[in-house]
DNA sequence: GTCTATATACTGATAGAC
DNA sequence: GTCTATCAGTATATAGAC
C-alpha cells in the first residue's frame, strides 16, 4: 500500500495541479511564445518553483503538448462532439470565430505557437502539420457535403476553399490582435462564405 | 581630419558590413525568431564576433528594425516605385506570392516576426500595427480604385475585401510552411479574387 | 572596426532533503 | 509533492586594448 494507492481525493488534486499549471502555461506561452516563455515564468503564476513544475511535466516541450491538447479539447468542445457536417460545420467555424474575439490570450496562444511551429527544427513541427492537415480535411469534408446537398454554388474548388477559409481564419487573428476594433472577424468570415453557398448561414 | 573625415571606399565597407550582418539577422530571425534570435548566432554566421556586431548595430531591437525595414525594401523593389493602382496593385499582390514561394526563409520570416509583434510587450509592435494599417490601406485604396473603372463586382465591401485578401495571404503562408507541395499560394489567392472582379486577373 | 574579457542575468534540467 | 541548491549553458550589453 505504500506506492499504488491513493485515495480518488489526492489524484483529484494532482489532476488540478496540472490543470493549474497549464493554464499558467497557456498564459506565458501566448504572450511571448514557447520558444522565449520561462518555466520559472509558468512556476510563478502558480506559486511554485521551476522544479515544482517539473515534477508534474518532465521536461516544457511535455508542457507545451499538455498546453496545445488542453486547446483542442477546447475547440472541439465549442464545436460540438460528434462534430456537425456539411453547413453546419462552417457555421461553427463561424460560431468559433465569434468566441475567439472574446478570447484574445487564446487567440495570441493560437497564432504566435503556430507560427513558430512552422520552423524545421522546431521540436513540435510534426504536430502543427498533422494538425493543420486535419482540420483541413474536415473543413473540406465539409465543404463536399455541402455540393452533395447542393448547398455550395456550382464550381467550387473545395480543396481550395477549405485552404482559403483556414487561412482566412488565421490571418485575420494577426490583424485583430494588432487592431481589435478595426476587424471584424466573424464579419469577414461570412462575406467570404456567403457568396460561395446556396443557403443562408 | 582624425574624426570625421573617410573616403568613400571606408564608408562603403561599412555599409558592406552593415548588410553582410542584416543578411545574415534576417537567416536567424527567420528560423527561431526575433526573441529566441541570438546575436551570436547573427555574428557567426558573417564571421564577427558578437561584440563586433554590435559595434554596427547599438542594440538587437534596432538590428531587428534594419531587417524588417530591408524586407519592406525588397517587398517594394518587388511591387514597382510607384506603386501600381487599382487592380494592377492587385496583380502584383498575387505576383508577390507568386515569388513568395521561391523563398522559404522570407516567408517564415514574415510569418514568425508578425506574430510574435502582436504581443503587448513587444517592442516593435507599433511598427507591426502601423505596417498593416499601411498595407490595407494601399490595398483598400487599389479595390476603391477598381470599383471607380468599374472592374469590380457591385456591393463589393472594400475594406473587408482588403482584409480578407491580407489575411489571405498571411495564412497561406503558415499552410505552405508546414506543407509546401500542399499548397498554391498564388492559385488560391486568384480564386479568392476573380469572382470578385469583371476583369481577368 | 574588431577584438577579448567581463558583468549580470536567465535558461532547462537534475540531485537530494523533507 | 514540493523545496533548495546547483550545474552547465546562453543571453545582451559594456569596457577597454589594439
Excluded at 8 to 37: C, L, M, N, P, T
Excluded at 105 to 110: C, K, R
Excluded at 159 to 165: D, E, I, K, N, Y
Aim: hydrophobic content about 40%; charged content about 25%.
Amino acid at each position: 500500500m505504500t506506492t499504488g494507492a491513493r485515495t480518488r481525493g489526492e489524484y483529484a488534486k494532482s489532476a488540478e495541479r496540472r490543470q493549474q499549471i497549464v493554464d499558467a502555461a497557456a498564459e506565458v506561452f501566448s504572450s511571448v511564445g514557447y520558444r522565449k516563455g520561462s518555466l520559472r515564468d509558468v512556476a510563478d503564476k502558480v506559486g511554485l518553483s521551476q522544479a515544482g513544475v517539473l515534477h508534474h511535466f518532465p521536461s516544457k516541450e511535455h508542457l507545451l503538448e499538455a498546453v496545445l491538447s488542453w486547446r483542442d479539447g477546447q475547440t472541439a468542445r465549442l464545436m460540438g462532439d460528434p462534430l456537425p457536417e456539411g453547413v453546419d460545420f462552417l457555421r461553427g467555424l463561424v460560431r468559433a470565430a465569434e468566441y475567439n474575439a472574446t478570447t484574445p490570450e487564446l487567440v495570441e496562444l493560437h497564432v504566435i505557437v503556430s507560427a513558430e511551429g512552422t520552423s524545421a527544427d522546431h521540436p513540435l513541427r510534426e504536430y502543427f502539420a498533422g494538425r493543420y492537415a486535419s482540420v483541413l480535411g474536415h473543413t473540406r469534408q465539409a465543404f463536399e457535403r455541402a455540393a452533395e446537398l447542393g448547398q455550395l454554388r456550382p464550381g467550387t474548388d473545395c480543396a481550395s476553399a477549405s485552404r482559403t477559409l483556414i487561412a482566412l481564419m488565421d490571418g485575420l487573428q494577426v490583424q485583430w490582435l494588432l487592431a481589435p476594433d478595426g476587424v471584424d472577424m466573424a464579419g469577414d468570415l461570412r462575406r467570404y462564405l456567403q457568396p460561395l453557398l446556396t443557403v443562408e448561414l
